[in-house]
C-alpha cells in the first residue's frame, strides 16, 4: 500500500496568512493525488485533483502543485471558513489511501 | 447538486454485521460513469477508503477488509449498500458514502477521486 505523509500534522494561522501543507508518498504518484477540506459534522468537500485542478465552486486562494512523491496544497489570504483538516489522497494504486490529516487552526 | 445520506444503525454489538444504505439524490445510480463509494473515518484518526462498486457491478474492495465485505446497488431506490461482517471494536468509525465519477478506460483505479460525499453516519461497535 502506498503510505502518505502529511506535515505538519496541525498548525495555528491567522485570517489573512498564507498555509502549506505538504503531502509525502512512499512512492511516485505521477500526479494522481487529490485534498479534502473536513469540518466535524459536515460532509467532506473536494478542492483539488489531478494535482492542481480545483474542483467545482472552489475558491482560487487553494492551490495544488507537486510531482513524483512530494506535493502541496497552499491556502493563500486564509478566511474564517478555512479553519478545517485537510487531507491529501493518492490514486496511483489500489487501495486508495488518504494521508493521516492536518488540523488547522485559529491562532 | 448531488447529495448522499448515509442510514443505518449507530451501534452494533461485536461479532454481528453491520448494514448501511447511502441514498442518492441529484444523480442516478445507473450512472455508469461514477464508482458509489465508501470511506471510513476512526476516532482521531484519518479517512480510510473501504471500496466502491459501479452500477455494472464493477467492485474495488480494500484488500484489508475484503473477506467481511459486500457492496450492492438498488437502482430502483437510487441508492448503494454496504454490508460488512464480524464487526469489532477496530471498526467503530464515521462511515461516509461518496461519488466517484469514472476516469475513462485508459485510467486505471477507475475512480480516482471523491466528487461528492454524504455527511457521515457514526457507528460504535460495543456489547
Known amino acids: 500500500d502506498i503510505q502518505l505523509t502529511q506535515s505538519p500534522s496541525s498548525l495555528s494561522a491567522s485570517v489573512g496568512d498564507t498555509v502549506i501543507i505538504t503531502c509525502r508518498a512512499t512512492q511516485g504518484l505521477l500526479n494522481s493525488s487529490a485534498w479534502y477540506q473536513v469540518k466535524p459534522g459536515k460532509a467532506p468537500k473536494l478542492l483539488l485533483y489531478g494535482t492542481s485542478v480545483l474542483a467545482s465552486r472552489v475558491p482560487s486562494r487553494f492551490s495544488g502543485n507537486g510531482s513524483r512523491a512530494d506535493y502541496t496544497l497552499t491556502i493563500t489570504n486564509l478566511q474564517p471558513e478555512d479553519f478545517a483538516t485537510y487531507y491529501c489522497q493518492q490514486s496511483y494504486s489500489f487501495p486508495l489511501t488518504f494521508g493521516g490529516g492536518t488540523k488547522v487552526e485559529i491562532k | 447538486q448531488v447529495q448522499l445520506q448515509e442510514s443505518g444503525p449507530t451501534l452494533v454489538k461485536p461479532s454481528q454485521t453491520l448494514s448501511l444504505t447511502c441514498t442518492v439524490s441529484?444523480?442516478?445510480?445507473?450512472?455508469?460513469?461514477?464508482?458509489w463509494t465508501w470511506i471510513r473515518q476512526h476516532p482521531e484518526r484519518g479517512l480510510e477508503w473501504i471500496g466502491y462498486?459501479?452500477?455494472?457491478?464493477?467492485?474495488f474492495y480494500n484488500p484489508s477488509l475484503r473477506s467481511r465485505l459486500s457492496f450492492s446497488v438498488d437502482t430502483s431506490k437510487n441508492e448503494f449498500s454496504l454490508r460488512m461482517t464480524f464487526m469489532s471494536d477496530a471498526d467503530t468509525a464515521v462511515y461516509y458514502c461518496?461519488?466517484?465519477?469514472?476516469?475513462?478506460?485508459?485510467?486505471?483505479?477507475?475512480?480516482?477521486?471523491?466528487?461528492?460525499w454524504g455527511q457521515g453516519t457514526p457507528v460504535t461497535v460495543s456489547s
Open positions: 462498486i459501479s452500477v455494472s457491478g464493477r467492485t
Open positions: 441529484g444523480a442516478s445510480v445507473r450512472n455508469g460513469n461514477d464508482f
Open positions: 461518496a461519488r466517484a465519477p469514472y476516469c475513462g478506460p485508459d485510467c486505471y483505479p477507475p475512480g480516482e477521486y471523491f466528487q461528492d
